[in-house]
């Protein structure tokens, strides 16, 4: 490695601090620049995020595509629901349930499921979402059907002497900003782990990595059931915040969007995934109430991966931090 290849690496090393700074200072004051509406959008970015990490790993680290996750989006939804209506659990049990049955679930979907192969794959994940809706609308005596859950209650927390219930936009943002550098920090380590470069050799030749002794189909559907963990999280924050649960909560559109934030902020990045986050859900959201330009923006969105950015907005990402890196 040359002289000046090695100042450069050092430069971009010492870049990370200030830029880190930065995002987490414009991330913390965002609620006080943008409106109350602008909050709100950011917090379903957020909480779409969630789920499109767990979708990341499948699709981008293993080379699995999955529709799945508004199904295991959905159940994460009910179950902190029907605990917080039925049994009034806390917040934080709650998340933890919500997570903890959507993997459960995803074992017993996952082991005939993984056995197929691509297009049959993708057909039976498909499948889990519609059966999900199904059981949502017609189980009436637990999810009351179309009615679905109301009156959820706001996360409340009690911290010895200290308690308080967050029931305010800017509140809420906080909470899930928080969870959000969680489940982050947990795919960064996930994926920097022994157990990450074996899912990426399982990507790149799944029978080469078979012949050099990683048992693929046992990491295939750990992390199938890892992936259903985010999106039982994401399901269940979705539902404090909204405090209404209904079979829509399974729509295929939640699918799709998830995998929209994947492809499109690239595939394979954690970075990628929360551009697309902010981008395919918080700018859309932030535009809801101009319905046109909203449709023209996300439009154009996808125009622009199709034309010119076909492994996703990473790659610019990335560009544009070894712009910086080699500045002097």
Request: proline share 4%; net charge positive.
């Amino acid at each position: 490695m040359s002289l000046t290849e090695t100042a450069q690496q050092i430069r971009r090393r010492d870049l990370r601090i200030p830029l880190g700074a930065i995002l987490l200072v414009i991330a913390l004051t965002a609620p006080f620049i943008g409106s109350r509406y602008v909050t709100h959008s950011l917090i379903i970015a957020l909480i779409f995020m969630l789920p499109a990490h767990g979708l990341n790993l499948l699709v981008g680290y293993t080379g699995l595509l999955s529709l799945a996750q508004a199904a295991f989006f959905g159940i994460g939804a009910y179950t902190a629901g029907l605990l917080a209506v039925n049994y009034g659990t806390p917040f934080y049990v709650n998340v933890v349930a919500a997570g903890l049955v959507a993997g459960a679930l995803a074992l017993p979907l996952g082991i005939p499921a993984l056995r197929l192969r691509s297009t049959s794959f993708v057909m039976c994940t498909l499948g889990f979402v519609i059966i999900g809706q199904a059981i949502a609308k017609n189980w009436i005596s637990v999810t009351r059907g179309d009615m679905g859950l109301s009156s959820i209650p706001k996360p409340h927390f009690a911290l010895g002497p200290l308690s308080f219930t967050v029931s305010g936009t800017m509140g809420f943002y906080y909470l899930a900003l928080a969870i959000g550098v969680l489940a982050t920090l947990a795919v960064w380590a996930i994926v920097r782990s022994p157990a990450g470069r074996n899912m990426i050799a399982i990507r790149e030749n799944e029978t080469l990595a078979e012949s050099v002794g990683i048992p693929t189909w046992r990491y295939k559907l750990i992390v199938f059931m890892i992936s259903a963990v985010f999106a039982g999280v994401g399901g269940s924050v979705y539902a404090h915040y909204l405090t209404v649960v209904s079979p829509l909560t399974f729509q295929m559109y939640y699918s799709t969007t998830m995998l929209i934030i994947v492809l499109g902020g690239g595939a394979g990045t954690i970075s990628g995934v929360v551009f697309g986050s902010l981008l395919f859900v918080g700018l859309t959201e932030a535009l809801r109430i101009t319905p046109e330009l909203r449709m023209i923006a996300y439009g154009l969105c996808l125009l622009a991966l199709v034309f010119w950015f076909r492994q996703g907005f990473a790659p610019l990402i990335n560009r544009f931090w070894n712009a910086i890196g080699g500045a002097k």
